[in-house]
């Protein structure tokens, strides 16, 4: 797999991460809402992407807001989840599409930090492997491996209060891509129309 389809494949984990969820749970994280800033940087990029995670109800729900810039094309993107679904919400076109969250394989960077499992850390070869600083928090590190698209690769994420605020994507030994929080909101009140997808989208169900 080349550098630029693994970096593609990374974005849409990233984009898709904060949606899902390898166990069934309402209570995902240790904190009741929060915002966060985050940098994404992937290998032959110049320019880093920048994201905001809005939290609430304890991961009950989330979404992400993302600009995308590729040559002179420029996206705002928007994914949207709840207990029920997932909408992925392209702002710039006005369009979305909508799964069930049962219908999306899980992902190892969806794992709930909260319900560690033997059966878990077995499945996704997760070991913890130190702590870390990051934005101000203090986080446990893990690392883990994912099979994508024919070729493994490997993960570290810097998990607080079950919440990833930094992940670093390697393929062959090279660093790809990492996701970076920047600045951690606690306890934010999260505005309701960053939670809900825009009467103006058009919505296409899968």
Request: glycine share 4%; with cysteine; charged share 25%.
């Amino acid at each position: 797999m080349n550098t630029k389809r693994t970096v593609s494949v990374w974005l849409l984990s990233s984009c898709m991460a904060v949606a899902l969820s390898a166990q069934d749970a309402a209570k995902r994280y240790e904190v009741r809402s929060a915002i966060i800033q985050k940098e994404m940087t992937t290998a032959g990029q110049k320019e880093k992407v920048q994201t905001t995670w809005y939290i609430d109800d304890f991961g009950g729900k989330e979404a992400v807001e993302m600009t995308v810039k590729a040559g002179f094309l420029k996206q705002q993107m928007l994914t949207v989840t709840d207990s029920e679904s997932i909408t992925a919400i392209n702002l710039s076109t006005k369009s979305a599409t909508r799964m069930k969250r049962q219908a999306v394989n899980n992902l190892p960077e969806t794992i709930n930090y909260l319900q560690l499992t033997p059966e878990i850390r077995e499945k996704y070869a997760l070991k913890e492997i130190g702590e870390e600083e990051v934005a101000g928090k203090s986080c446990k590190k893990y690392s883990t491996e994912a099979a994508q698209m024919g070729q493994t690769m490997q993960i570290n994420t810097w998990i607080w209060k079950g919440i990833v605020l930094k992940s670093e994507t390697s393929s062959n030994g090279k660093v790809v891509a990492t996701d970076t929080a920047v600045k951690v909101e606690e306890d934010a009140a999260i505005p309701a129309d960053k939670l809900a997808v825009p009467e103006n989208v058009t919505v296409h169900e899968l």
